[in-house]
């Protein structure tokens, strides 16, 4: 069945380095979300992509999506501790209607 | 608006009894997903409906664990009988539209079962 990857699990940042989390899927997705988790709270949608090599920005962070539409990265540019939370990216396989698979989050911790 | 509300937040519970988790969706959407969360299996898709039909159970676990929903403003899952390693925080989330919409999540129910 479909998977979907992300790396790395974990990630310790100071305060202003830059962060990076990657989303591969077993197969070619037809859309790839993001969500947000802080710790103790529900995952919160950040955004999604559908076009084949789209990037998308807001305010730091980056979106993209393979021109394969098979992986998706996130980047965040000079983190705050207000980044801290677990990433999420979410793919709904081509062909598979509704379903939307999570990958297994990526926990980023900053250090001030 | 009110978002996604699940009860109950917290449940403790024996092996072998039964637990009923309850989701309301927010209004207008149509689509309704369970995910269960554990720290070893992340973050797992049970079942979604859609229209309140299920269109994929492939995620249920076994046969102790069945969901319903009745009406659009409605679903529960049920486990029974329960057992230690159904312990996990359980969230609904609901979308407006089937395949390309945002999924809002509530604040989920944490099951533990001892």
Known sequence: ?112 | DAGVIQSPRHEVTEMGQEVTLRCKPISGHNSLFWYRQTMMRGLELLIYFNNNVPIDDSGMPEDRFSAKMPNASFSTLKIQPSEPRDSAVYFCASSLGHATGELFFGEGSRLTVL
């Open chain 1, 1 to 112: 069945g479909q998977q979907v990857m992300q790396i790395p699990q974990y990630q310790h940042v100071q305060e202003g380095e830059d962060f990076t989390t990657y989303c591969n899927s077993s197969t070619t997705l037809s859309n790839i979300q993001w969500y947000k988790q802080r710790p103790g709270g529900h995952p919160v949608f950040l955004i999604q992509l559908v076009k084949s090599g789209e990037v998308k920005k807001q305010k730091r962070l980056t979106f993209q999506f393979g021109e394969a539409k098979k992986n998706s990265s996130l980047h965040i540019t000079a983190t705050q501790t207000t980044d801290v939370g677990t990433y999420f990216c979410a793919g709904r396989g081509a062909n598979q209607g509704g379903k939307l698979i999570f990958g297994q989050g990526t926990e980023l911790s900053v250090k001030p």
